[in-house]
């Protein structure tokens, strides 16, 4: 039986809120170490936070909060409309929520399930599809973003620039994000300096695949395209 995680919260909030950790900032250390997370967390995340925050009240746009992101997802969904500082630190906030969420101390792959059954069929496996994941996140260019996306009842891997996503009305050929990488260097100098090639190999041995299973799930049962 798989655990179902999904705790993506924002229903009753006034304002965008950092998602709260299920985890130690030492937790992770198999890939990410805890000064890292602690930066990564305190200031670049709640950075974003504070100037979309910020952003929505000059520019007078009216959010409708909802569970499960429900607010951030559809100002993304058309976030063309907006300034950079919107699509910059809405998608800053959106994208590392999911990051923080997808992470865990105890990651465990699928031997079975949708999520096994669907990355089989669209990958050839789940080694195969961590290889051309991994591949996507080494070769993209700069900073920015490796997802997992779900789109039109397939899997697809894909890359974005900056802090854009795939729920982005901006971004071509997008999808639902069920998995997101950070490929920022502030996600990993301290540690590997240079090295994204190591960063992005250890990142497997932190990835919440349960937490992955659950997004899919969701996108199954309410039709996301
Ligand atoms: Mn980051």
Redesign the pocket.
């Known amino acids: 039986m798989i655990r179902l995680k999904y705790i993506l919260q924002e229903e009753k909030a006034s304002k965008f809120e950092p998602f709260k950790l299920p985890y130690k900032f030492d937790a992770l250390t198999k890939a990410i170490d805890a000064e890292t997370m602690r930066v ?1 967390y305190n200031k ?2 709640k950075g974003y936070i504070d100037k979309l925050n910020d952003a929505v009240k000059k520019e007078n746009i009216a959010v409708t909060m909802g569970p499960g992101m429900e607010g951030i997802r559809t100002l993304l969904g058309g976030v063309g409309q907006y300034s950079t500082k919107v699509r910059n630190n809405g998608g ?1 906030f959106y ?2 929520t999911l ?1 923080f969420e997808n992470l865990t101390p105890t990651s465990k792959e699928p031997e079975e399930g949708l999520l096994y059954d669907m990355i089989k069929e669209s990958f050839g496996g789940l080694e195969k599809f961590k290889d051309l994941f991994s591949d996507e996140a080494k070769m993209h260019f700069g900073s920015g973003w490796c997802w997992l996306v779900y789109d039109n009842n397939k899997l697809r891997i894909m890359t974005t620039d900056k802090q854009d996503n795939p729920i982005m009305d901006v971004v071509p050929y997008g999808g639902s994000p069920l998995l997101g990488l ?1 490929v ?1 260097e ?2 990993y100098y301290l540690k590997y300096k240079n090295d994204r090639v190591k960063y992005i190999d250890n990142f497997w041995k932190i990835v919440d695949w349960e937490v992955i299973e659950s997004r899919l799930r969701m996108c199954v049962n309410r039709g996301y395209a």
Do not use: M, P, R, V
Request: aromatic share 28%; net charge negative; charged share 10%.
């Open positions: 990564h670049h995340y800053g994208n590392h990051f950070d920022w502030h996600a």
